[in-house]
Structures are given as structure tokens and as C-alpha cells.
């Protein structure tokens, strides 16, 4: 099987390396600079429990050209570069590619296959309808990961915690080429789960993090600090409350309460998020897909949003006043 990875940082190097070590795949990437580079020299490595796994890499280029047309494509870019991505993604899609977005937030598919929102899309993560017109809603399966990883160097993957995908078809339900790609992952090592409705997944997971990441960022706060000011810990509840609200509006309802959700991540410590890592690093910030697209689906709902609204316009300038977040409205 011929697998791209394109984006082959923290997450899509962990995917990577995992397929191509489990022998059923010939895994390739797309990458640029420093991570091209280490990757010809040195192949996939991760590290695992103080184990580097090491595996072969098929091959690796900056322009998919090179690489040609894929059974499987994982997109693992941070969301500002997924407009590139989209661009340039087109040599690797041939009629019957799969392509896995292992991203964080709502993707760009979300309004082509959720009630209420009329197939419009999303302009915060597609502006333009562009992304979705470059990777048809046909190519698509859902995904969620449930991994911690980083990079302490270009091309070596660290695994901290985790290694959950849920997957599954963006309309619902199953299909041959969910379950063929569910029995691909479980063997390379994932703890695959297959979902009859990926959207309530994603929703869920975004539930969980889209308070945590902004005001890690704009604080500088470990997770533990931020839950541990009560003022603080209920300006994220009452941002949950209007996320849930707005997940049982497109049918995506969320069983927990915030209260609940809170006791789970206080088992976490005192873990830094990726949005606050962007930060230290100089990245621009994922905000549109975790906090501006939640904003923009409660207005397509008509539901009242005061404290998405502070959260995202607090986050927002702080991030253009760093140069982290594009300056126009």
C-alpha cells in the first residue's frame, strides 16, 4: 500500500513511522527544510518508552510531483498551512485515495455533512470553499487523534502519552474502505476506534480543548494553573456551556458537563498545550479551527455567544500583537 504522509512533525512523523514499521505500507512524506533533510538521511524514527524505533522511508520530496498518486494520503499540518497544502496536494490523489486530515479542530469537510449548516463552508477554516474544492468530501475520512508527541529534533518523534484514532466516514455509518484503513492502523500499533458518526467525535474532542489551548497561550499557564483559579476555570465553563449548546444545535450533542470534563483533565497535570507551544516556538496559532469556526457555526444558529466571542477577540490580539495571527479582520 502507498501512503503519503504530508506534514511530518510531531503527529504525521508518529503515523509515519508507525505504518512503515508494521511492513504493510510504503510510507512516504511530503516535508520541507531541516525535516526533509533529516528524513533522507535518517528515515522515519520515533521514540517510544526510551526505545527508537527506526523504519524505512519510501521517499521524500517538497513537491508532491515527485511522489505521484497515493492509496492513502494523512494530512498532518498545523490549520494555517492547510490552504498550501490543498494547492499543492492534487499529484497524490488518484480516483480511489483516501485522505486522513490527523488535525486539530473542526476540518474544512464539517458543514458539507452537518444538518443546520446548509453545505456552506466554513469560511474561518475554507475561506473561499477552496480547500473543499481541492480534496473532494469523496477522498475524506474523518479523524480524531488522541496522542501526545513532539519533535525534539527535526525528523525524531517523541511519544509522551496516547496512541487513539477514531476514524470514520464524515456522512456516518461504515463502509469497506473504513474498515480496510481501521485493520491498516490497529496493526501498525494504534488504538483504532471506528466511529459510526466522526462528527460527534470531533466535536466532543474540540469541547474538551478549545478553552484550555487560548488561555494557555495568552496566560502562559500550565493546565494545572489554569485549573486551578476559580475565576479563570469559570470563564472555560461557561465558554463549554455555549460550545455545547452549539453541538446539540448541529446534532453533535455532548453528554458531559463541563464539571465533569474538568475532573479528567485535573488527572493531566501540569501539561503545556500545543497552542502555547506555538507560542514559545513563533508559529502562528490554530485559533480559527478551535475557537473563530465555533463562533461562526453559533452564528449560522443564531445562538448568543458572549463568552466564545471574549475568548476568541482576547486570543486574537494577543496573537496579532506577537505576529502569531494574520493582522486583517
Not at 477552496?130 to 508527541?149: D, F, N
Not at 525534539?152 to 480496510?180: D, N, T, W, Y
Request: proline letters at 6%; one cysteine or more.
Amino acid at each position: 500500500m502507498k501512503v503519503c504522509i504530508y506534514g511530518a512533525g510531531a503527529i504525521g512523523g508518529f503515523i509515519g513511522a508507525r505504518l512503515a514499521a508494521s511492513g504493510d505500507c510504503a510510507v512516504s512524506a511530503v516535508a520541507r527544510g531541516a525535516t526533509l533533510q533529516a528524513l533522507r538521511d535518517h528515515g522515519w524514527r520515533l521514540r517510544q518508552g526510551g526505545k527508537l524505533l527506526r523504519a524505512t522511508l519510501a521517499a521524500a520530496a517538497e513537491d508532491p510531483r515527485e511522489l505521484g498518486a497515493m492509496d492513502l494520503v494523512v494530512v498532518a499540518v498545523k490549520g494555517p498551512a492547510l490552504a498550501e497544502v490543498a494547492a499543492r496536494i492534487g499529484p497524490l490523489l488518484g480516483a480511489q485515495t483516501v485522505v486522513l486530515p490527523a488535525m486539530n479542530g473542526v476540518p474544512w469537510w464539517f458543514a458539507q455533512s452537518t444538518p443546520g449548516l446548509s453545505g456552506e463552508p466554513l469560511r474561518s477554516v475554507d475561506p473561499g470553499g477552496r480547500i473543499g474544492a481541492s480534496i473532494p468530501l469523496a477522498h475524506v475520512v474523518g479523524c480524531v487523534v488522541h496522542a501526545s508527541t513532539f519533535t525534539p529534533e527535526p525528523g525524531l518523534v517523541e511519544q509522551r502519552m496516547g496512541q487513539g484514532l477514531i476514524i470514520g466516514e464524515p456522512a456516518g455509518g461504515e463502509s469497506p474502505r473504513v474498515q480496510r484503513l481501521a485493520g491498516l492502523l490497529r496493526h501498525a500499533g494504534f488504538d483504532t476506534t471506528l466511529s459510526p458518526d466522526i462528527r460527534q467525535d470531533i466535536w466532543y474532542k474540540l469541547w474538551g480543548n478549545m478553552t484550555m489551548n487560548p488561555v494557555s497561550a495568552i496566560t502562559g499557564a500550565s493546565v494545572d494553573r489554569i485549573m486551578a483559579d476559580p475565576l479563570v476555570l469559570a470563564f472555560c465553563t461557561a465558554a463549554m456551556q455555549e460550545a455545547a449548546q452549539i453541538g446539540a444545535g448541529i446534532g453533535c450533542a455532548v453528554a458531559q458537563t463541563p464539571e465533569e470534563r474538568h475532573v479528567v483533565t485535573r488527572k493531566l497535570g501540569a501539561f503545556r498545550t500545543s497552542m502555547q507551544n506555538d507560542v514559545d516556538a513563533g508559529r502562528a496559532i490554530e485559533l480559527d479551527a478551535l475557537v473563530t469556526v465555533v463562533r461562526e457555526i453559533a452564528q449560522r444558529l443564531q445562538i448568543a455567544t458572549p463568552n466564545i466571542d471574549a475568548l476568541l477577540g482576547l486570543t486574537r490580539l494577543f496573537a496579532r500583537v506577537h505576529g502569531l495571527y494574520p493582522q486583517s479582520p
